[in-house]
């Protein structure tokens, strides 16, 4: 059972536009959630994190919004740019980062794809 | 979907041993297996790629005799970290690849405190 959903395997948007990736989860222990960006044949790379104590994070031209009621996190990209074409995973952990416990629990990614 | 699960999910070990670490595909094949290390600011370092009945292909700078890769069957592979040192403290998350696939799936990852 998939405890992290990301129910959209490609996303294809224009670019200048906004991109809005989503993702689902059940587990109601999930406290901490992370984006992240891969690109073929590298690591993923962090984008942004949101931990359950706030409903909104913003950084630059990425912002993840999480509805803990239902479940839902979901990251914009505006506007969105050629280079942010790539593999997008969300992440969900039900505790810290440096905490014995901490294991990421992942989606299983969603292309994007800008078009110029 | 498909799922991979690593054990264990937290490890503590003295200075000098060896750790064993294991990663499973539990529903599909996984012909290509990837070790990750994740730092400080979160993101993912590629340590190796592996194919199964092949060695394992290292990133630069990743001590292949220090950690060791063995991708025996198409559902696991394991990395040992050999002579472990406080610096190895890590957090090492795999990820699995089926035959002719593009996706990528990410186990829960395996949390390493040397003493």
């Known amino acids: 059972d998939q405890q992290v959903k990301q129910n959209s395997p490609s996303l294809s948007v224009q670019e200048g536009r906004i991109s809005i990736l989503n993702c689902d989860y059940t587990n109601s222990m999930f406290d901490y959630f992370l984006w992240y960006k891969k690109y073929p044949a590298e690591g993923p790379t962090f984008l942004i994190s949101?931990?359950?104590i706030k409903d909104k994070n913003e950084d630059g031209r990425f912002t993840v919004f999480l509805n803990k009621s239902a479940k839902h996190l979901s990251l914009h990209i505006v506007p969105s740019q050629p280079g942010d074409s790539a593999v997008y995973f969300c992440a969900a952990s039900a505790h810290p980062p440096m905490d014995s416990n901490y294991q990421l629990i992942w989606g299983a990614g969603t292309k994007l794809i800008i078009k110029p | 979907g498909a799922v991979v699960s690593q054990h264990p999910s937290w490890v503590i070990c003295k200075s000098g041993t060896s750790v064993k670490i294991e990663c499973r595909s539990l529903d599909f094949q996984a012909t290509t297996m990837f070790w990750y290390r994740q730092f400080p600011k979160q993101s993912l370092m590629l340590m190796a790629t592996s194919n199964e009945g092949s060695k394992a292909t290292y990133e630069q700078g990743v001590e292949k005799d220090k950690f060791l890769i063995n991708h025996a069957s198409l559902t696991l592979s394991t990395l040992t970290v050999t002579s472990a040192h406080p610096e190895d403290s890590s957090f090492y998350i795999c990820?699995?690849?089926?035959?002719?696939?593009?996706?990528?799936?990410f186990g829960p990852g395996t949390r390493l405190t040397v003493t």
């Open positions: 990820s699995a690849r089926g035959q002719d696939s593009y996706e990528q799936y």
């Open positions: 949101i931990s359950s």
